[in-house]
DNA sequence: TCGACCATGTAACCAGTTACATGATTGG
DNA sequence: CCAATCATGTAACTGGTTACATGGTCGA
């Protein structure tokens, strides 16, 4: 068998806390962790199996109406794994936006294109801060479901809003300054490029 | 065959450009596009025969040496393709940062854990930002290998120097929060703490 | 009672990575 | 002249996704 994810990690993380169906494992890691680290639904059936392979997990079968259900809880060994898993380095930051890609590559299109492209990731970071909110509305609330927790997912929300917010005020910028130009093809820098670069080059 | 993905169409951007080798592009792709579009260098290879296979590219063969190398150039099929994607709304931007899921379950650890994976988070953005200063301060003297189009590589790197001096100032002050803390477990939330959540569900 | 949606998965495929291999070149 | 590094890939594996399937439930 091969090495445990961080994927696998993660869910055994949520092991941690209480025992789970794989279904409500697919919800709370579509609910929360998927801002960070962002996985398919069917995943996580596949993967909390490996866990109870390597010995991490049991796996009980519930009787659910006619059909059966699988729940899903840490052993001992589980939880001294995820206790040196917390003592190794994490892995790079990674990011992937596409729009960025389209926008590397403006000078094969018209403006219109890129606007329509800044426009499309505005538009989802805010939608991903509008999700964000619900979700957040909904622990001021009630507490949420780990109301005990809360000192340690709000600096991962304060961490995502500022992000999400430098995307949307970035991405307003560039989309006025791009409306200004005739064409995104090539074409030598202006001076006030020039000294924004040099501010870049020289950042503190 | 199947669909081209967004590699495939980062990979005919370039060729839109000039010809490349495929080492070529495995360095530009690493250089630049590695920051909004990270794909390991093997890859490459594989993509750009695709593309061939799609007749969106031409395999020239040239010898260097004793051995022979393809250099790869783009066909009036292919740009046409490039045009097209432009018009298509960019997928969702996704982050992955492993750091954030261990201070998710930070509670199943130690303060010194945390705070070494906050630390860990800190230095990979520093390091992050190196890179980005060595290759700006690259342009800035000499004009890189693409003068003309430093129009567009400039709102890039703003937006990703932005990005690592969020996630720098975030880590520093969480890191600082968090070494007061007697312990990462779950507890009651703080009224500050309640007040911080609150300004986050009504942030504009 | 029927359509829609929730609950619970399975199977197949593929994009992407890791590991390796070999020839050329260059600096010490 | 030898080690290291650059240049140029290939092969094998696997993490992850897409697509599908089926049973239950609930509201209109």
Not at 98 to 121: I, K
Not at 127 to 139: C, K, N, P, V
Not at 173 to 181: H, K
């Amino acid at each position: 068998m091969t090495r445990p994810t961080t994927t696998s990690y993660s869910l055994l993380g949520l092991l941690a806390l209480q025992p789970w169906t794989a279904y409500e494992l697919v919800g709370q890691t579509q609910r929360s962790m998927r801002f960070f680290w962002p996985r398919s639904e069917a995943h996580v059936y596949g993967e909390v199996k490996r866990l109870v392979k390597l010995g991490w997990a049991d796996a009980a079968n519930e009787a659910a109406g006619k059909r059966h259900r699988t729940r899903y809880s840490i052993t001992p060994s589980g939880r001294a794994a995820l206790n040196e898993w917390l003592d190794t380095t994490p892995a790079m930051p990674m990011v992937e936006i596409e729009a960025m890609v389209r926008l590397f590559f403006a000078d094969q299109g018209t403006v219109e294109q890129l606007v329509n492209s800044l426009t499309a990731l505005r538009d989802q970071a805010d939608s991903l801060a509008e999700h964000g909110r619900a979700l957040t509305a909904g622990i001021v609330d009630d507490g949420g479901p780990f109301p005990n927790r809360i000192h340690l997912i709000l600096p991962l929300g304060e961490y995502y809003y500022g992000l999400l917010r430098h995307t949307t005020d970035w991405a307003d910028r560039v989309i006025a300054e791009v409306a200004t130009w005739d064409s995104p093809a090539d074409r030598p820098p202006t001076a006030a490029e020039l000294a924004r670069l040099r501010d870049l080059a020289e950042a503190p």
